[in-house]
């Protein structure tokens, strides 16, 4: 099971990948990892360890977005702070020059002009610090996750807003394929994701386009739950990602495509999404089943005759039609 577990988390991970986080973990975050029994505590640090270090495997293989991220933000500043200098026809007085002196010489570090590879460094560490609290924020799940899964996904998105208005969001269908340690089953499933744009901390903010999700997934599954969830997606910026958050779930991954502003402007911006995910169909395959299969699914009769017929369709012999012409 350990090895189908760390198989799937796995797909970005370099052997050499070792993330080394230390963040700012509160009190009340301590506190509840501290009431999570020894087994659960071991569980957390272990799946956390995997994350961390997959994650960190994934983004420093995609540094090349980091890099030109960086060299756009920093275009946009050196353009602003000309425009800036332009527009005063006056120089500084000495007053105004002694000020910025004293100041280089109190905070020099605010004037080195630090290299690209150190602020992708830092902005990479930011990323895992965020996911880092998050799981923290959610070790019960983590700890108790018997249910492990590797996710694509494409999406149409069309959304946008400001402080006061809110419009659009995105549908995507994915396909999932996992195992749960429970039922000791390993998975197929088709789901859908059905997101609405609630809020952003840029002033305005505006994104369209074909959008495609990869990236593990896990989950308390049980009966009741599995089937639909709900919660909230973010999408951090300057970084083509995405962290989907339910009560029974958690996946992380990338997120990009052919958007309006195109990448990696689009990559670039932040933003957060209402979740609402429905598993279509999903089959398990299990020697603890009855014939070995098991399916779910959320799709109604009508929509299960119609897959039915199309599947007998295609599996249906046809007859030979000659094209040739006869010899005689």
């Not at 799937?8 to 009190?27: C, E, G, H, L, R």
């Not at 060299?71 to 105004?96: A, H, R």
């Not at 996904?153 to 069309?158: L, V």
């Not at 429970?182 to 002033?203: C, G, M, Y």
Request: charged share 20%; aromatic share 12%.
């Amino acid at each position: 099971m350990k090895i189908f577990i760390y198989l799937i988390f796995s797909i970005f991970i370099s052997t050499s990948a070792m993330a080394v986080v230390d963040a700012n973990i509160s009190q009340e975050l301590q506190d509840q990892f501290k009431s999570l029994n020894g087994t659960e505590q071991s569980n957390f640090l272990e799946k956390r360890s995997v994350i961390l270090n997959t994650l960190e495997s994934g983004l420093k293989k995609s540094r090349w977005v980091f890099y030109l991220t960086d060299l756009i933000s920093t275009g946009l500043v050196v353009l602003k702070n000309s425009v800036l200098y332009d527009s005063f026809s006056e120089q500084p007085s000495d007053e105004i020059t002694e000020m910025v002196r004293i100041d280089h010489e109190n905070n020099p570090e605010k004037y080195l002009n630090k290299k690209i590879s150190a602020r992708v460094d830092e902005k990479i560490k930011s990323v895992l610090r965020a996911t880092d609290l998050k799981l923290w924020s959610q070790s019960p799940l983590v700890a108790s996750a018997n249910q492990f899964s590797f996710l694509l996904a494409a999406e149409i998105q069309a959304e946008g807003g400001n402080n006061k208005h809110q419009w659009g969001g995105l549908y995507d269908l994915g396909l999932s394929v996992g195992y749960n340690s429970d039922t000791k089953s390993a998975f197929i499933q088709i789901f859908r994701n059905r997101e609405k744009f609630e809020s952003s901390i840029l002033p305005a903010f505006a994104v369209g386009g074909l959008v495609f999700k990869a990236g593990p997934m896990i989950s308390q599954a049980n009966e009741n739950t599995e089937m639909h969830l709900r919660g909230e997606s973010f999408y951090p910026p300057l970084v083509p990602g995405f962290q989907s958050t339910t009560k029974e779930s958690y996946a992380f991954g990338f997120s990009t495509g052919l958007t309006l502003p195109p990448p990696p402007f689009g990559d670039m911006l932040t933003y957060t999404n209402s979740l609402d995910q429905k598993v279509l169909i999903k089959i398990s395959f299990s020697r603890a089943y009855l014939g070995f299969v098991r399916v779910k699914t959320n799709l109604n009769s009508d929509s299960i005759k119609f897959v039915q017929e199309k599947f007998s369709d295609f599996f249906k012999p046809r007859p030979i039609v000659s094209t040739c012409r006869a010899l005689f």
